[in-house]
């Protein structure tokens, strides 16, 4: 998932970012990986961190299948340059550990090496469904539990927003296959690399939001401490993709 960025509006009139990656504190990046997932889930998975200069590396292996990463490079836009502000947690079921999961190593792995946006989303799209980088082969679930998320909205430049979510894999479904509306309170499709990682996405209820922003209070105050643009402001808990 590209943190809805498929939804995105160009203006090339506006500042961008200076793409160069820094690598984020391996402690608060694991915390960070790992509140994508209910608590329970957390102890025994995975985690990769990222080192700028090679793309992820595994930070902690873990034995339930799970794992979850924070990503920082939305490869889906190819006419737009990768930018440093982009952050956000998903972890990724066995299934999309195996599939969907790679894209975004393979992603970071060649933007550290020095490609644009342009060739990464080249080199990563042409894989697809191939041998070697199959598409996944059944249903299955990754999770945006997380607090807070920096990505793309309907706007030309990326928002935070507090918007735990689960993604449900559902290659080529569209929304009037399912009744969806987008961004809304009931499952929607999210269309992205055609194919391979349409989603429904279902938002967590308001009630289950604020226990996630009230039991992750330290982990907030970190990010926020870490970066400004990830604080949680009441602007934030309004922001959908949409707005």
Same mark, same amino acid.
């Given at each position: ?21 820094? %690598? ?149 479904? %569209? ?62 808990? %309004? ?5």
């Amino acid at each position: 998932m590209s943190c809805f960025s498929q939804t995105k509006n160009s203006d090339t009139s506006l500042p961008v970012s200076s793409g160069k990656l820094e %690598k984020m504190p391996e402690a608060l990046e694991n915390r960070f990986a790992l509140s994508a997932i209910p608590s329970h889930l957390r102890e025994t998975a995975t985690t990769y961190v990222l080192d700028p200069a090679k793309g992820y590396v595994l930070s902690h292996k873990g034995t339930n299948g799970i794992s979850c990463i924070v990503v920082r490079s939305d490869w889906q836009w190819s006419d737009d340059s990768f930018r440093d502000d982009i952050f956000w947690a998903v972890c990724y079921d066995e299934e999309g550990s195996k599939t969907l999961l790679q894209d975004y190593i393979y992603a970071a792995e060649l933007r550290a090496r020095g490609m644009d946006a342009k060739q990464v989303h080249d080199e990563v799209t042409k894989k697809f469904g191939t041998p070697t980088y199959p598409n996944p082969s059944r249903a299955g679930v990754s999770y945006m539990l997380a607090p807070v998320m920096r990505g793309y909205t309907h706007g030309p430049t990326p928002a935070t927003m507090n918007m735990p979510h689960y993604m449900f894999y559902a290659p080529n479904v %569209k929304n009037k296959d399912i009744g969806g509306n987008s961004f809304g309170p009931y499952p929607f499709i999210l269309s992205m690399s055609p194919g391979r990682d349409d989603y429904i996405i279902l938002l967590v209820g308001e009630t289950e939001k604020e226990k996630i922003l009230v039991e992750s209070k330290e982990l907030l105050a970190d990010l926020c401490s870490y970066r400004g643009y990830l604080c949680t402001t009441d602007e934030t808990r %309004k922001h959908t993709p949409v707005d």
